[in-house]
């Protein structure tokens, strides 16, 4: 159980277009996802915290209007790289909280490629 | 605040030899550990976790790790490495009272044959 998946896998787009990255929660109801943004042998960076109904939060230099964050239902939240530039290119993950549970499931990543 | 320190940004271990992975944490309450393990281009996997039970923690893949309070550590350790063990290994700490998870920047490990 606890099965989160990511979609798409990875993606290449032109400069200047958007590019959507989907989250699902598969059996159970996330409350809370999150966004994480990961460079090339470095960790992961929390990009923002969606609760769903509510709007994102974002840490602290992300860009909010770059970085569209929706979280509509239990068991899906989005993530849309608006403007796309070749300095987005990188690896995103979700995460899915569940509620009770300690941890946290983790999606496959979706590496981003902006030419 | 919480933050976890990864001493080592990469180990090299022999094939059959003890795996050792090292984690620190610093946390003004008691918190939850965590150990990922992350294969190129793919998601984070648990290996496991700590949540103020027993301190010494079992994982899969034969992992294991001891909570440790009076040294603030978390450190992953295998009696026998295997090929398939190569890969990223993230130590992550979340307080008891909040969601967001804080990782640390990760150990590259590389398994020789």
């Known amino acids: 159980g606890a099965v989160v998946s990511q979609h798409p896998s990875w993606v290449i787009c032109k400069s200047g277009t958007s590019v959507k990255i989907e989250c699902r929660s598969l059996?159970?109801?996330?409350?809370?996802m999150f966004w994480y943004r990961q460079f090339p042998k470095q960790s992961l960076m929390l990009m923002a915290t969606s609760n769903e109904g509510s709007k994102a939060t974002y840490e602290q230099g992300v860009e909010k209007d770059k970085f569209l964050i929706n979280h509509a239902s239990l068991t899906l939240s989005t993530l849309t790289v608006t403007s796309a530039h070749p300095e987005d290119s990188s690896f995103y993950i979700c995460?899915?909280?569940?509620?009770?549970?300690?941890?946290?499931?983790f999606g496959s990543g979706t590496r981003l490629t902006v030419v | 605040a919480q933050s976890v320190t990864q001493l080592g940004s990469h180990v090299s271990v022999s094939e059959g030899a003890l795996v050792l992975l090292r984690c620190n944490y610093s946390?003004?309450?008691?918190?939850?550990l965590f150990w990922y393990v992350q294969y190129p281009n793919q998601g984070l996997q648990l290996l496991l976790k700590y949540t103020s039970a027993a301190t010494l923690v079992k994982g899969i893949n034969g992992f294991e790790a001891e909570f440790k309070k009076s040294e603030t550590s978390f450190h992953l350790t295998k009696p026998s490495a295997h090929m398939s063990d190569a890969a990223e290994y993230f130590c992550a700490v979340r307080s008891n009272t909040g969601n967001q998870f804080y990782f640390g920047t990760g150990t590259s490990l590389t398994v020789i044959p």
């Open positions: 946390s003004s309450v008691p918190p939850y």
């Open positions: 995460s899915a909280s569940r509620p009770a549970n300690y941890g946290y499931t």
């Open positions: 059996d159970f109801q996330a409350t809370t």
